[in-house]
T-cell receptor
Framework: AQSVTQPDIHITVSEGASLELRCNYS??????LFWYVQSPGQGLQLLLK??????LVQGIKGFEAEFKRSQSSFNLRKPSVHWSDAAEYFC??????????????FGKGTHLIIQP | GAGVSQSPRYKVTKRGQDVALRCDPI?????LYWYRQALGQGPEFLTY????????KSGLPNDRFSAERPEGSISTLTIQRTEQRDSAMYRC??????????FGPGTRLTVL
């Protein structure tokens, strides 16, 4: 069974600083990879996804993520954070064979705090 | 509608009561998923429909939990004889096919 590890439960970053949120997955083949953001009282919003092709994917709100097969990682980055980026971030995987139709396996999330 | 909607947004019930949680998918989305999210955790997969057919219910924790989608659109997740450990956020997502899942706002269930 696949699993997702987000090693950082909380991260504090100053506004304007760069950000990297870590995600490692365990799966036999190349899975489909996703990053979602959850703001208080809101549903999960998709930031970006990787299915195949270019390993550096661009998402909404200035986020990007890089798939590294050798490290089984899919880290999320942003060059300069804004106070509105404060939220809970979830990495998720789906079996590649299902084409994304299977249920997602989520990590436990990373809570991002932005300091003024 | 424009997005996935869920109702009620909040549900408080007493232990032993049955509850029904509703999910309205994005129009035309054939796939529908239910997840449960405990406080401080990521969502956990419960079950999945393709049209009206329940494709996978391996994540349902026990036989008190059931789900249906009789006409391939609206879905209901039912929890019978609720227990305090059932308290969580229940999330629904839908997808147009084998692609991105779009999530609703969730239903916060509290069992007293």
């Amino acid at each position: 069974a696949q699993s997702v590890t987000q090693p950082d439960i909380h991260i504090t970053v100053s506004e304007g600083a760069s950000l990297e949120l870590r995600c490692n997955y365990s799966y036999g083949a190349t899975p489909y990879l996703f990053w979602y953001v959850q703001s208080p009282g809101q549903g999960l919003q998709l930031l970006l996804k990787y299915f195949s092709g270019d390993t550096l994917v661009q998402g909404i709100k200035g986020f990007e993520a890089e798939f590294k097969r050798s490290q089984s990682s899919f880290n999320l980055r942003k060059p300069s954070v804004h106070w509105s980026d404060a939220a809970e971030y979830f990495c998720a995987v789906a079996p590649g064979s299902g084409g994304g139709a299977d249920g997602l396996t989520f990590g436990k999330g990373t809570h991002l705090i932005i300091q003024p | 509608g424009a997005g996935v909607s869920q109702s009620p947004r909040y549900k408080v019930t007493k232990r032993g009561q049955d509850v029904a949680l509703r999910c309205d998918p994005i129009s035309g989305h054939v796939s529908l998923y239910w997840y449960r999210q405990a406080l401080g955790q990521g969502p956990e997969f419960l079950t999945y429909f393709n049209y009206e057919a329940q494709q996978d219910k391996s994540g349902l924790p026990n036989d008190r939990f059931s789900a249906e989608r009789p006409e391939g659109s609206i879905s209901t997740l039912t929890i019978q004889r609720t227990e305090q450990r059932d308290s969580a956020m229940y999330r629904c997502s839908t997808a147009a096919g084998t692609d991105t899942q779009y999530f609703g706002p969730g239903t916060r269930l509290t069992v007293l």
